[in-house]
Nanobody
Framework: QVRLVESGGGLVQPGGSLTVSCLASGFTFRNYGMRWYRQTPGKKREWLATITDDGEITNVANSVLGRFKISRDNAKDTLYLRMNNLRPEDTARYYC?????WGPGTQVTVSS
């Protein structure tokens, strides 16, 4: 069964940092490009970043460029999103996507 499970969300103060993770199972993770998205209630899901299967090429949305970084560890079947200098508007549920599959998401709240 193909599964993606995000973790690492939580409450962080403005200006803080957080890394969310996505553990893949049920497919050969190293063969697939992966993506991060986020969504807030009432809004369309927003694409954040993409990484190729080998991790060599990444693309990041302009809205988070310079603050967010996508990476992966194929030995651990895990995708990461490192988020720096977080702002209240980054508050959202964060989702990983790949192999035509979505995880349930992990909530990130940026607030003092």
């Amino acid at each position: 069964q193909v599964r993606l499970v995000e973790s690492g969300g939580g409450l962080v103060q403005p200006g803080g940092s957080l890394t969310v993770s996505c553990l893949a199972s049920g497919f050969t993770f190293r063969n697939y490009g992966m993506r991060w998205y986020r969504q807030t209630p009432g809004k369309k899901r927003e694409w954040l970043a993409t990484i190729t299967d080998d991790g060599e090429i990444t693309n990041v949305a302009n809205s988070v460029l310079g603050r967010f970084k996508i990476s992966r560890d194929n030995a651990k079947d895990t995708l990461y999103l490192r988020m720096n200098n977080l702002r209240p508007e980054d508050t959202a549920r964060y989702y990983c996507n790949g192999h035509e599959t979505w995880g349930p998401g992990t909530q990130v709240t940026v607030s003092s």
